[in-house]
């Protein structure tokens, strides 16, 4: 009897595409920007340092699109864009603020979280992990107004040697998630990652409706406004040469703010009582994830990489589209920060100044000051609420909205009171 005839099996091999790790947030706004972080800080890097800035250089932008045929929706949207706006000059300006950015990478593409403070017109505010750095959401008014303010923003930070009280613009963002556009813009954190704020205020040098709210109030540390000043009886104490220094720095600022015809920013000022009990330090309650957390965040999916057109006046730089882009691999723990000990570190407490007695004797205060909300231009809107709120108060009403230059005097003059 014969042997019976051996069976083979046949296996039949399917290629299989190689996984690529991406982030993924609550958000997918935030899963596609901490991506396009990741993508555009690589392709920079790729791109020698230039000794002079172009015009075309404040005009250009870099853009992919990226569309997942074999996606899982809990990871990533199935279709995402992600547009640069004037990337060596945004580069720039972090080299002049002292910004490595591998390190700027790594702060944006651990984690983000939503902060409970609110934006003008609505917008939301973002806080890296790490808390060195605000994302804030824009109007498209705002994204005009960058737009048009961005080479003297930049001539004015090169000449001042980065001395200066004024926002830290560090990147520009759209991010369309299908075909829904947000703007976002990246900016310093005025305020230290590792000293909690006792007592927060926002001043504009106008009395007229400018008091905390209850619903304000209620939180842990409440923004508090000019009325709340001039009632607490409060005082920013840093002694005369130091008074100095900062009111000439403002000038300088207000008058910069004042010639581009932009008005209602206001003096952030944040203060840490070295003898208080502390507070979280965070705007968010917990603290960053663990590595291994921040893991079982990392999912894995297969993506196409293509490329669009763009109608428009601006000059464009687009990707080629060789092949599925680099994503990020999995997050990096952020580094702790070390302890304060009394001496403050420049690059996590850059906008900080210690409190001084009229004899210039430290007082146990830190304060934190800075410029903010900046982008917004007297135009028709404005001068339609002047005319309205001077109707409603009176014409000797000290109401917030006037025309930039009295708006810089009164801010100024105010500021100067409150200072010693």
Same mark, same amino acid.
């Given at each position: 009897?014969?042997?019976?005839?051996?069976?083979?099996?046949?296996?039949?091999?399917?290629?299989?595409?190689?996984?690529?790790?991406?982030?993924?947030?609550?958000?997918?706004?935030?899963?596609?920007?901490?991506?396009?972080?990741?993508?555009?800080?690589?392709?920079?890097?790729?791109?020698?340092?230039?000794?002079?800035?172009?015009?075309?250089?404040?005009?250009?932008?870099?853009?992919?699109?990226?569309?997942?045929?074999?996606?899982?929706?809990?990871?990533?949207?199935?279709?995402?864009?992600?547009?640069?706006?004037?990337?060596?000059?945004?580069?720039?300006?972090?080299?002049?603020?002292?910004?490595?950015?591998?390190?700027?990478?790594?702060?944006?593409?651990?984690?983000?979280?939503?902060?409970?403070?609110?934006?003008?017109?609505?917008?939301?505010?973002?806080?890296?992990?790490?808390?060195?750095?605000?994302?804030?959401?824009?109007?498209?008014?705002?994204?005009?107004?960058?737009?048009?303010?961005?080479?003297?923003?930049?001539?004015?930070?090169?000449?001042?040697?980065?001395?200066?009280?004024?926002?830290?613009?560090?990147?520009?963002?759209?991010?369309?998630?299908?075909?829904?556009?947000?703007?976002?813009?990246?900016?310093?954190?005025?305020?230290?990652?590792?000293?909690?704020?006792?007592?927060?205020?926002?001043?504009?040098?106008?009395?007229?409706?400018?008091?905390?709210?209850?619903?304000?109030?209620?939180?842990?540390?409440?923004?508090?406004?000019?009325?709340?000043?001039?009632?607490?009886?409060?005082?920013?104490?840093?002694?005369?040469?130091?008074?100095?220094?900062?009111?000439?720095?403002?000038?300088?600022?207000?008058?910069?703010?004042?010639?581009?015809?932009?008005?209602?920013?206001?003096?952030?000022?944040?203060?840490?009582?070295?003898?208080?009990?502390?507070?979280?330090?965070?705007?968010?309650?917990?603290?960053?994830?663990?590595?291994? %957390?921040? @893991? *079982?965040?990392? #999912?894995?999916?297969? =993506? &196409?990489? !293509? $490329? %669009?057109? @763009? *109608?428009?006046? #601006?000059?464009?730089? =687009? &990707?080629? !589209? $060789?092949?599925?882009?680099?994503?990020?691999d999995s997050p990096h723990p952020v580094t702790p920060f070390t302890p304060y000990t009394g001496s403050l570190d420049e690059d996590l407490e850059r906008f900080a100044v210690p409190s001084l007695?009229?004899?210039?004797?430290?007082?146990?205060?830190?304060?934190?000051?800075?410029?903010?909300?900046?982008?917004?231009?007297?135009?028709?809107?404005?001068?339609?609420?002047?005319?309205?709120?001077?109707?409603?108060?009176?014409?000797?009403?000290?109401?917030?909205?006037?025309?930039?230059?009295?708006?810089?005097?009164?801010?100024?003059?105010?500021?100067?009171?409150?200072?010693?």
């Open positions: 009897m014969s042997a019976p005839a051996t069976k083979r099996k046949h296996l039949k091999l399917k290629a299989v595409a190689p996984k690529q790790k991406l982030f993924r947030a609550n958000d997918p706004l935030l899963s596609v920007f901490m991506w396009g972080i990741n993508h555009t800080i690589s392709e920079l890097n790729q791109v020698n340092m230039q000794v002079m800035l172009m015009p075309d250089d404040f005009k250009s932008y870099s853009k992919i699109r990226v569309d997942n045929h074999m996606f899982n929706k809990d990871n990533m949207p199935s279709h995402f864009k992600v547009k640069e706006y004037c990337p060596l000059v945004f580069r720039n300006l972090r080299q002049k603020f002292g910004i490595d950015d591998m390190q700027y990478m790594q702060s944006l593409t651990s984690d983000i979280r939503l902060t409970d403070a609110a934006g003008k017109s609505g917008a939301r505010l973002f806080l890296s992990c790490d808390q060195r750095y605000f994302i804030k959401t824009m109007v498209s008014e705002e994204v005009e107004i960058m737009h048009h303010i961005l080479k003297q923003y930049h001539q004015y930070v090169v000449e001042c040697h980065a001395q200066t009280l004024l926002p830290q613009y560090l990147g520009m963002y759209r991010i369309t998630v299908n075909d829904t556009e947000t703007y976002l813009l990246v900016m310093k954190n005025v305020f230290s990652p590792r000293l909690s704020l006792h007592t927060k205020y926002d001043l504009k040098g106008s009395t007229v409706d400018r008091q905390a709210s209850d619903k304000e109030r209620a939180k842990d540390v409440p923004t508090l406004k000019d009325n709340d000043f001039v009632s607490d009886k409060a005082m920013i104490r840093v002694g005369e040469k130091e008074k100095e220094r900062l009111m000439n720095m403002l000038h300088s600022d207000v008058q910069f703010l004042s010639g581009l015809h932009l008005m209602d920013y206001s003096l952030i000022v944040g203060i840490h009582d070295v003898n208080a009990e502390e507070k979280p330090t965070s705007f968010f309650p917990e603290a960053c994830d663990t590595l291994q %957390e921040v @893991e *079982e965040e990392v #999912e894995t999916v297969e =993506e &196409e990489a !293509g $490329e %669009e057109g @763009e *109608e428009g006046e #601006e000059k464009g730089v =687009e &990707e080629n !589209g $060789e092949g599925p882009p680099t994503p990020p007695t009229a004899e210039g004797v430290e007082t146990g205060e830190i304060y934190f000051m800075a410029l903010i909300d900046v982008l917004t231009k007297y135009g028709m809107k404005k001068r339609t609420a002047q005319a309205a709120k001077t109707v409603k108060h009176g014409a000797g009403a000290d109401i917030s909205t006037v025309k930039p230059d009295q708006y810089a005097r009164r801010f100024l003059e105010f500021i100067s009171k409150c200072m010693e």
